[in-house]
């Protein structure tokens, strides 16, 4: 058999995040995550006077109050936690979360003079809460950023509170439910709350369904296979964990987006490999 010869792929052999392919990928999720959260808002929540929680439902209170769209609260209210976040992050970590937030304030105006699609409360509030958890869930795990309210809680973390970040986001947000019960009565603030809980669990799975991949290697070369793979992606060491149960077989627990990376490393070295791949929900834990 004619000996295959491998080599450590160059960052432009990869196909992974960072390369052309997986920006544009980035950018088209952003914006299907924004135009569901825009259609969320404007066809199902804000109609109906469904608050949800932090930036988006103090942005829903002051649009009913003023008159004035959602979306110009939604750009005013999280812009100075771009700017913040700007002198803390990368230059291509704050146009991510520009990008995200304006999409959705803009794309949340274009839709306002529609008709909402349900007027009754409470299929409106589940149906907009999980429409708009999945969107909001696209945007945050391609990089952009929909709400301030984790800023606001971080910082008053800082001042000596003994509550953690997710504690007072709770508390917050129970102050805007309060609000919206005061403004529109508290059958529709048990409609927000509703509709938020549908957007948060709805948010998580997205973030976490199918987010890794357990890719099950058999090879003769699988030695050289683990050493290949350690060295290539040894800056995604911390999401990565390779398992030996053979000597010719490897399980490798890896991010979806390096899936077809590994492939194309796995084929250089050895084109007679089998490769199998299964999603999994989280990647700790799964082969202790």
């Not at 769209?69 to 209210?77: E, T, V």
């Not at 099950?216 to 350690?230: C, D, M, N, Q, W």
Request: aromatic share 10%; with cysteine.
């Amino acid at each position: 058999m004619e000996k295959i010869e491998s080599r450590t792929p160059r960052p432009d052999d990869l196909h992974g995040y960072g390369t052309e392919s997986a920006r544009w990928k980035n950018i088209w999720l952003t914006v299907l995550g924004a135009s569901l959260a825009a259609f969320a808002l404007e066809m199902f929540l804000t109609p109906n006077r469904i608050i949800i929680g932090g930036m988006k439902g103090i942005s829903g209170l002051l649009a009913h109050m003023t008159e004035m769209q959602m979306g110009i609260f939604l750009m005013l209210l999280n812009l100075p936690f771009i700017l913040y976040s700007c002198r803390k992050r990368k230059n291509s970590s704050f146009v991510k979360a520009a990008w995200g937030l304006m999409l959705l304030s803009g794309l949340t105006m274009l839709l306002h003079p529609y008709p909402p699609l349900i007027e009754n409360p409470l299929p409106a509030a589940v149906c907009g809460g999980v429409i708009l958890g999945c969107g909001v869930g696209l945007i945050i795990r391609y990089g952009g950023l929909t709400d301030g309210m984790q800023h606001i809680a971080g910082y008053l973390a800082k001042l000596r509170v003994s509550l953690t970040i997710a504690e007072i986001v709770t508390l917050l947000n129970i102050v805007i439910f309060g609000l919206a019960g005061w403004a529109f009565g508290w059958d529709q603030a048990m409609y927000s709350a509703i509709a938020y809980y549908a957007a948060f669990k709805s948010t998580e799975y997205t973030l976490n369904r199918f987010r890794y991949r357990v890719i099950r290697i058999h090879s003769v070369r699988a030695a050289a296979i683990e050493k290949t793979l350690a060295a290539t992606f040894a800056n995604a060491s911390k999401w990565m964990q390779m398992h030996a149960y053979a000597v010719d077989e490897l399980f490798v627990i890896v991010p979806r987006q390096y899936e077809k990376d590994i492939l194309s490393i796995v084929i250089s070295i050895d084109q007679e490999a089998g490769v199998t791949s299964t999603s999994i929900m989280q990647s700790h834990e799964s082969f202790s």
